[in-house]
C-alpha cells in the first residue's frame, strides 16, 4: 500500500505545504525579530488573506496572481493598521510590560477577528474550485497544475522576500532594527515606518499563505489556529530570527507532516507536533538554527 | 479610581466583605445568582492562584488550565472509578495536579517570557487532546458523570463550602505575598538576573510557585467536575485560559484583590452576554485590546512596587 509513487506523491504534496508554510513562518519570524512581538493573531491574516481571495474569487472572478497581490496589498494595510493602533502605543513600556503586553495583545486581535469573521462571514468552510484543472505526469508522479501553480508561485514569494531582505536597503534597515533598534535609530533609521513595514510584510505573506491554500484548506472563522500553531513549530525549529531557518524547517515540517499522515491519524498529529516543539525548547533553547536565545 | 481601590483600609473592608458573602445565601434567595457565586469564586481562586506566577512572579504561565482540567478529571476518575469519596478526590485532583506541573515546569526554567507561554501551551493542548481521545478512559466530548460532593440537591452547600475554600486560599495567598516569598517572586519578575546574582535559586522559588498554585487549581478544578455534574476536555481547553488570563488582566494582575475582581465582574458579564452566543467573545477580544491599551494595571492597579505591596497590604 506504501509504494512509492503514493511517498513520491505525499513528498510533492509536503513541498507544496512546505512553500507555504514558509510564507507564513517566515513573516512570524520576522515580526519577531524585528518587532520584538509574538504575534498570536498572525493566523487571522492568514484567514483574512483566504477571505479575500474567497470574495475576489467568487465575485470578481480574477485570476490566481491578481488575486495574489489585491489579497497581499489589501492584508499589508490591515496589518499596518493593526501596527500602528495596537502594538506601537505599547513601545514606551518597559520589557515586561512590553512583552507581557503585546502577547496579551495579539491574543485579543486574534479573538477579536477570529469572532468577527464567525459573524460577518458565519462559520461554514467556504472554499473555491481549484486554480487550474488539468493534471500532469512527471515521472512516477501525476500532479495537478493546481498544485503545482500554487508551488511556483509561493516559491516565487519566498525568492521576492529573500531578495527584499539581502539586497534592498528597507531590508537592510529590517536587519539592523533587529539586531539592535536603539543602534538602528541612532543610525538614523525611522524605526516607527520600518516597524509598521515589517508587520504589513509579515501580514501580507501570511494572507498570500492564505489565498494559495485556499483550494486546499478551504476557508473558516478559526482556521487561523491551525495555522499559528504550525508557524510556532516552524519558527522555533528552525531558530528563532532567521529566515533562512524558517525556510528549512518550512519545507521540512511540510513534507514530514504529509508522510506523516500515511501513518498516523490526524488526530494525534497536534500532539507529536507540540510534543516537538517542547522538547526542541527545552533541550536547544534557541531552536536548530536559532540566533536568538530563547 | 485607582488609587480608590488601593487606599482602602483593608481589614475591616475584608471582614466586612466576608461578612456579605457568608450572609448572601440567607439574604438572596435565587439559586441562580448562587451558582453565579460560586462560578466567580472557583475563577477567583483560578485567577488569584495563577496570578502568583504570572503578575507576581512573572513567568507567563499560559497552560495552567492544564491543572484545573487534570484536577477535574483525577477527582471525577478516582471517585467513578476507583471508589474514592469525593473528598479523597478533591485531594488526589490537586496531587495529581502539582505532579503535573513539576513535568511541565521543567522546561521553562531555562526559557524567557513568551516561551514560557508556548511551552505550557502546547502541554496544556497536548493533554487536551489526549483526554479527548481516549474516549475509554474519559469518554471524552461524550462527556463524564461526575457525582456531586454533597448529598442533596442545591446550591447552598456548594455555595458555603467554595467559599471556605476561597477565604483559605486568599489567606494563605496573602501570606505568601506577604513573606520573603512575595518579595522574591517580585524580584524574580523585575530582573532574573539580578536576583539570581543575590543569590536567589530560581528554579527553587519558580519550582514551589507551579506546585503551590498548580495544587490549589487542581483542587478548585476538582470541585468544579463535582459541582458541575458533568466533565468534558472543554475544562482544559484555551478558552479557560484565556478566561482566565482577562479576568485578570481586567482586575489588576499583581495585587491580591485584581483577580478576584475581574472573576467576578467577568463571570457577571459572561452571563449577560450569554445571549449575544459569538458576539460574547468578540466583546472578550475588546476587553483585551481595551485594557492592554488602556488598563495595563487592571482595575486595581498592579503590577505595584514593592513598596506598595509592603505597605498598602497587597
Not at chain 1, 490526524?266 to 526542541?280: C, G, H, T
Not at chain 2, 446550591?155 to 505575598?177: C, D, G, S
Not at chain 2, 546574582?197 to 495544587?215: D, E, N, W
Not at chain 2, 482566565?244 to 472573576?263: E, Q, R, S
Request: glycine share 12%.
Amino acid at each position: 500500500m506504501y509504494n512509492l509513487e503514493i511517498i513520491l506523491r505525499q513528498a510533492f504534496y509536503g513541498l507544496v505545504l512546505g512553500s507555504n508554510y514558509v510564507l507564513i513562518a517566515a513573516g512570524f519570524s520576522l515580526v519577531w525579530g524585528v518587532v520584538g512581538v509574538m504575534n498570536i493573531a498572525h493566523g487571522e491574516f492568514f484567514m483574512l488573506g483566504a477571505y479575500a481571495a474567497y470574495f475576489i474569487l467568487t465575485f470578481l472572478g480574477w485570476n490566481l496572481f491578481l488575486t495574489t497581490i489585491a489579497a497581499m496589498a489589501l492584508i499589508f494595510l490591515i496589518g499596518v493598521f493593526f501596527e500602528k493602533m495596537t502594538i506601537d502605543p505599547l513601545r514606551p513600556r518597559k520589557k515586561l510590560d512590553y512583552d507581557m503586553g503585546t502577547l496579551i495583545m495579539t491574543i485579543g486581535i486574534s479573538i477579536f477577528l477570529q469572532n468577527l469573521a464567525l459573524i460577518v462571514f458565519g462559520p461554514k468552510y467556504k472554499g473555491v474550485p481549484a486554480y487550474f484543472d488539468g493534471m500532469v505526469r512527471l515521472g512516477p508522479i501525476i500532479m495537478s497544475y493546481d498544485r503545482i501553480a500554487i508551488f511556483l508561485v509561493a516559491l516565487l514569494l519566498i525568492g521576492i522576500l529573500l531578495f527584499l531582505i539581502k539586497h534592498t536597503r528597507i531590508g537592510l534597515a529590517l536587519r539592523a532594527v533587529s539586531e539592535n533598534p536603539d543602534g538602528a535609530a541612532l543610525a538614523g533609521i525611522p524605526i516607527g515606518r520600518v516597524l509598521y513595514f515589517a508587520f504589513g510584510l509579515s501580514a501580507s505573506f501570511a494572507g498570500a499563505a492564505g489565498v494559495l491554500l485556499i483550494p486546499i484548506y478551504n476557508v473558516y472563522p478559526t482556521v487561523g489556529g491551525n495555522v499559528i500553531l504550525l508557524a510556532f513549530s516552524i519558527v522555533i525549529f528552525g531558530g528563532l530570527g532567521s529566515v533562512k531557518g524558517a525556510i528549512y524547517a518550512g519545507f521540512l515540517i511540510g513534507i514530514l507532516e504529509s508522510l506523516a499522515v500515511l501513518f498516523i491519524s490526524s488526530a494525534w498529529k497536534d500532539v507529536i507536533v507540540f510534543a516537538i516543539v517542547i522538547l526542541v525548547l527545552t533541550f536547544r533553547p534557541r531552536g536548530l538554527m536559532g540566533t536568538k536565545e530563547a | 479610581m485607582k488609587s480608590f481601590i488601593a487606599n482602602l483600609p483593608n481589614k475591616r473592608w475584608f471582614a466586612l466583605a466576608g461578612l456579605l458573602f457568608l450572609l448572601f445565601p440567607v439574604i438572596v434567595n435565587d439559586s441562580y445568582f448562587h451558582h453565579l457565586f460560586i462560578l466567580s469564586f472557583i475563577f477567583a481562586i483560578f485567577v488569584s492562584s495563577w496570578n502568583i506566577l504570572f503578575g507576581f512572579m512573572g513567568v507567563f504561565s499560559f497552560g495552567h488550565h492544564a491543572f484545573f482540567g487534570v484536577g477535574a478529571y483525577v477527582s471525577a476518575l478516582s471517585v467513578v472509578k476507583l471508589g474514592f469519596t469525593p473528598w479523597i478526590g478533591l485531594f488526589l485532583g490537586g496531587v495529581a495536579a502539582a505532579l503535573a506541573s513539576l513535568i511541565i515546569s521543567w522546561p521553562t526554567f531555562r526559557l524567557k517570557g513568551p516561551y514560557i507561554a508556548i511551552v505550557t501551551l502546547a502541554f496544556a493542548e497536548v493533554l487536551r487532546i489526549i483526554c479527548s481521545n481516549w474516549v475509554d478512559l474519559t469518554r471524552g466530548q461524550l462527556g463524564l458523570s461526575v457525582p456531586s460532593i454533597f448529598v442533596g440537591a442545591g446550591r447552598i452547600q456548594p455555595y458555603y463550602f467554595v467559599f471556605l475554600m476561597f477565604a483559605a486560599t486568599m489567606i494563605i495567598l496573602n501570606k505568601m505575598i506577604h513573606s520573603s516569598f512575595g518579595l522574591v517572586a517580585i524580584s524574580i519578575r523585575e530582573s532574573q538576573e539580578a536576583a539570581e546574582s543575590l543569590g536567589i535559586s530560581l528554579i527553587g522559588y519558580k519550582r514551589l510557585a507551579f506546585i503551590l498554585t498548580s495544587f490549589i487549581v487542581g483542587v478548585v478544578g476538582a470541585f468544579y467536575a463535582h459541582y458541575i455534574g458533568i466533565l468534558t476536555p472543554d475544562v482544559m481547553g484555551s478558552n479557560v485560559m484565556f478566561s482566565v488570563l482577562i479576568m485578570g488582566l481586567f482586575g489588576g494582575i499583581g495585587t491580591l484583590l485584581g483577580p478576584v475582581l475581574g472573576a467576578f465582574i467577568l463571570t457577571f458579564l459572561a452571563e449577560s452576554l450569554r445571549g449575544l452566543e459569538n458576539y460574547r467573545f468578540l466583546i472578550y477580544g475588546l476587553v483585551i485590546i481595551f485594557t492592554v491599551l488602556f488598563l495595563p494595571r487592571g482595575l486595581a492597579g498592579g503590577l505595584g512596587r514593592l513598596r506598595t505591596v509592603y505597605r498598602k497590604g497587597g
